[in-house]
């Protein structure tokens, strides 16, 4: 056990600070948050150690200043969208970050806008102490602030980041409250099949076996399929399905390699592949081009688009459209050989280097394959309604044919 001094603020937004007994700098930070203070300084304190004759004690330890975590993409676009208002306006950039910091509600986001203004204070710019806290500020946002700075159109960058994200979210919730209805309705009806083979087909059996009367092969079927469900733990395995997929996917995301055959194996399912596509080429279209917008060198955004698309495939290729620029190539050439896009976009894309105006035409395309994701997805979800119904139809017709087959055989046994 260590004894580990931190600096922190209350609920109430107050700096405080403490000691605290912990295993780890990982279980003081738990334990401080547990108190319900939010931790910005942490440090080790050493025992006084005495060293040779006349040695005095003296303390070992080292603060480290320690980065703020993850924050609400709804809050940090907020915060982008009132931090380009008040620069607009021609007020400072630290009094700017004081102001939001007192208008946010305890929390990652107002811990991290304090800790980035007194960076600001001691002398750094704001891309600089934005970059110290990757998980707030990542490297397509602190980028974007820089060229800002440097371009002097800070207020300018920020406008159009906030509406980037915007965009970015407003995709995002088309696509998640698409899924959602599809995803309830499948829920509900395995609950309600499993319910029946637990409790209702379990009773059947125990009808038909008072009979001595053979069965039909689709009901000895569903007899059997309901004892494994309701006694051999068919329920749970069933239940852990969608759990087992998940972990299945996030530990091949853990390599290169699986995460390309993920993501490729996402493209080629029908109908949501193409949705998955079409929004991938939608999120690199508008961070290159808002990287682009805001004065970024080519080669800096397509690395930074890279990092942020989401999709190995994409990924892969716009690092080949990067050596290949860097080599003296175009940017339509070595995407078009890359075969993940349409000709749509390989042609708007090189018309855009014609023009000069390569970031309007990204934006352009991003909105375009927007509208499309948008059309594809409730296009899904129209199909999606008539399959599931048909789907609960014959799934119940089976369950319905498989109980009353063996009926008319039970009534002449007791006619007899």
């Keep these: 056990m260590a004894t580990f001094q931190y600096k922190a603020m209350n609920s109430v937004g107050q700096a405080v600070k403490g000691e605290v007994v912990a295993n780890s700098q990982e279980d003081a930070i738990t334990k401080i948050k547990g108190m319900g203070q939010f931790p910005m300084e942490l440090k080790e304190r050493q025992e006084k150690r005495t060293g040779g004759a006349g040695a005095g004690a003296r303390d ?31 007020l400072p950039i630290l009094r700017s970050l004081r102001i939001l910091e007192q208008q946010q509600k305890p929390g990652m986001l107002r811990v991290g806008i304090r800790m980035v203004a007194d960076d600001v204070e001691g002398g750094a710019t704001l891309s600089e102490a934005m970059a110290r806290h990757p998980k707030a500020f990542d490297k397509l946002y602190t980028n974007m602030v820089a060229a ?11 406008r159009r980041l906030a509406d980037f994200m915007e965009a970015s979210q407003r995709l995002r919730r088309r696509v998640v409250g698409a899924m959602i209805y599809p995803a309830a309705v499948i829920t ?4 309600i099949v499993m319910g029946i083979m637990i409790f209702i087909i379990p009773k059947f059996k125990t009808i038909f076996e008072s009979f001595d009367a053979k069965l039909p092969a689709v009901t000895v079927f569903l ?11 068919g329920w749970a395995i069933i239940l852990s399905m969608p759990l087992v997929i998940f972990l299945i996917a996030k530990l091949m995301r853990q390599s290169d390699g699986g995460r390309y055959a993920s993501d490729m194996l996402k493209l080629k399912i029908p109908v949501l592949g193409t949705i998955l596509a079409k929004t991938s080429v939608a999120r690199f279209s508008r961070t290159l081009g808002t990287l682009l917008t805001a004065g970024v060198p080519i080669l800096e955004a397509i690395n930074i688009t890279r990092e942020t698309t989401g999709n190995e495939v994409f ?5 080949k459209v990067h050596d290949a620029i860097r080599e003296g190539e175009t940017f339509a050439a ?13 042609n708007m894309i090189d018309v855009g280097e014609e023009t000069g105006d390569l970031d309007k035409m990204l934006s352009k395309i991003a909105d375009t394959y927007d509208e499309e994701v948008q059309t594809l997805v409730a296009a899904m979800v129209s199909l999606l309604e008539p399959v599931m119904v048909i789907t609960l139809g014959v799934i119940v017709g089976f369950i ?4 009353f087959m063996p009926l008319p055989t039970l009534i002449q046994s007791l006619q007899k």
């Design 60 to 90: 070992t330890g080292v603060t480290k200043r320690r980065s703020v975590g993850a924050v609400s993409k709804k809050m940090l676009t907020t915060f982008t969208r009132q931090l380009s208002t008040l620069q607009d306006a021609g």
């Design 148 to 158: 800002g700075e440097a371009g002097g159109v800070l207020d300018v960058v920020l």
């Design 188 to 191: 509900i009806a395995v609950l």
């Design 223 to 233: 007899i059997a399929f309901s004892d494994w469900i309701a006694n051999q733990w």
């Design 315 to 319: 990924a892969r290729a716009l690092a």
């Design 334 to 346: 070595p995407l078009k050989q890359a075969r993940i896009v349409e000709p749509m976009v390989v």
């Design 400 to 403: 319905v044919v498989a109980i």
